[in-house]
């Protein structure tokens, strides 16, 4: 009998490597190498993946139109999409564990077997029965909607043939296995090939496939990069599990923009859609407390109003401490520094906590004017009035600029029942304020805290 082989392969990229190392070579990851048993694969990632005919055709006699779509029933999830799910396209979902990535999908089979669609939904992760109570706890199994525990990826495809649904979800890539590829389930050349068959098969039927992936710690999609060049569309759920908010975002779409959100809220019995996520976000808003400021900012084509939260403290410990959740780090020290040299406040011996309630991330330097006015606020133990909201970035000279669509921003203040935005000078003066709302423009740090 012939000696099995085998090779080390790794776990971040993919590379394969006859001997054991400590680092790969080619990501630079340490102790990601596995040894993998070699069968002779089938090179599934070099047959056809696209759509067409493989045939080489004049560019002007393609039907330029938009791609054919359907409404996924969730208004949200049709908005991350583009528009709705188009056809043979292949969604991958990405997310934290726990975040409601199944939730979500059976959801969208649900809506879509109430209008009569007829759906398969298969889990390598858990048995017909417990989707089953989720299904229940989300409203009902409609009649249309079938389950499978399945992760051979040869059978799941079978059954697909068989029942030729309008929409599947595999429910995880990372669970997906085939006895035809080197590798236990999970290892990198597992999931890679077993989700090139399953694209290129929906590719060939035109049906949409909805995939669900596994995120490692620092928030990729585990397996490689190239799973995400695989599919047509990537969406991220995103939110933090202590909060009802979520947010899908798409970060790659081939038939929309990587703009869109959508935006939920996570209940009892369901992922619920958020019609004013602003309210949503703001309704636990404190009055009158030091330290809290609201941001307009832009999530996609839609602006959120986000609080930010600061608390400033003497000096614990022998270096002070900078802590924040939802914010940068790195920008929070840049305007501590900026506040301690143009300000005069002592910020080098307090210590900094900094945090965006509900979950949210401010990752737009437009946020930054919100930062400095809650840590000054905060600082100072004095609140903000509860009216105002602030936006603007803040640079090293301690100038406050222009950030784009202040028009929209300043509409979504008005639109809660804010009277007023403290924002760039410039912009201010060129912005038409809505009716009974006032813009206060500042040039720098100075003048900002003078009206705090
Ligand atoms: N009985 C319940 N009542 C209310 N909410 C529940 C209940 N069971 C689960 N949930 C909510 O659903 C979430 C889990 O959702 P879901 O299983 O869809 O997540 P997931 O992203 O698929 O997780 P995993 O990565 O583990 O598969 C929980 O974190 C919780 O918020
Ligand atoms: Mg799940
Ligand atoms: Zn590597």
């Not at 050349?189 to 949409?208: D, F, H, I």
Request: hydrophobic share 40%; net charge neutral.
């Amino acid at each position: 009998m012939a000696k099995k082989k085998t090779t080390f392969e790794c776990q971040t990229c993919g590379s394969r490597y006859p001997k054991w190392q400590g680092r790969c070579p080619d990501c630079g990851g340490w102790n990601t190498m596995s040894e993998i048993t070699l069968v002779s694969d089938k090179p599934a990632s070099r047959t056809w993946t696209g759509s067409g005919t493989g045939e080489a055709v004049p560019l002007d006699s393609v039907d330029g139109g938009n791609e054919p779509r359907f409404t996924s029933t969730i208004k949200e999830l049709d908005r991350a999409l583009g528009g709705g799910i188009v056809e043979g396209s292949a969604v991958l979902v990405g997310g934290d564990p726990g975040i409601g990535k199944s939730t979500l999908l059976l959801q969208l089979l649900q809506g879509l077997g109430r209008n009569g669609l007829k759906t398969l939904y298969i889990s390598g992760e858990e048995s017909p029965r417990q989707i089953r109570m989720r299904a229940d706890r989300l409203g009902g199994p409609p009649e249309k909607l079938l389950v499978q525990s399945e992760v051979d990826v040869e059978r799941i495809i079978a059954s697909l043939e068989k029942h030729s649904p309008a929409v599947a979800v595999i429910d995880s890539v990372q669970t997906l296995a085939s006895a035809e590829i080197s590798g236990s389930p999970g290892t990198v050349s597992q999931v890679r090939e077993t989700t090139a068959r399953l694209v290129s098969w929906s590719k060939a039927k035109g049906m949409p496939v909805f995939l669900v992936g596994h995120v490692t710690k620092d928030g990729a999609i585990a397996g490689p990069r190239v799973l995400e060049h695989m599919v047509d569309t990537v969406l991220y759920f995103e939110g933090d599990k202590g909060h009802p908010f979520r947010i899908l975002r798409a970060v790659k779409n081939r038939f929309g923009s990587t703009n869109e959100v959508g935006v939920f809220e996570m209940s009892e019995g369901g992922l619920l859609q958020v019609d004013n996520p602003s309210a949503l976000l703001l309704s636990e808003r404190p009055q009158s407390a030091p330290g809290s400021a609201v941001v307009p900012c832009l999530e996609g084509t839609r602006t959120l109003l986000v609080e930010v939260q600061a608390l400033v403290s003497p000096q614990a410990f022998a270096t002070s401490q900078r802590t924040t959740y939802g914010a940068e780090r790195s920008r929070v020290q840049i305007l501590l520094a900026l506040m301690d040299r143009r300000l005069d406040y002592a910020m080098v011996n307090h210590d900094v906590f900094v945090s965006v309630a509900g979950g949210m991330s401010l990752t737009e330097p437009a946020g930054d004017l919100g930062l400095m006015a809650a840590i000054a606020s905060a600082y100072l133990d004095k609140p903000l009035p509860n009216d105002t909201v602030y936006f603007g970035e803040i640079g090293l000279a301690g100038e406050v600029r222009a950030v784009s669509r202040p028009d929209e921003r300043v509409a979504e203040a008005a639109k809660l029942g804010f009277k007023r935005a403290v924002m760039a000078a410039g912009q201010a003066e060129k912005t038409p304020p809505p009716k009974g709302f006032e813009l206060v423009g500042v040039k720098g740090l100075e003048e900002l805290a003078e009206i705090l």
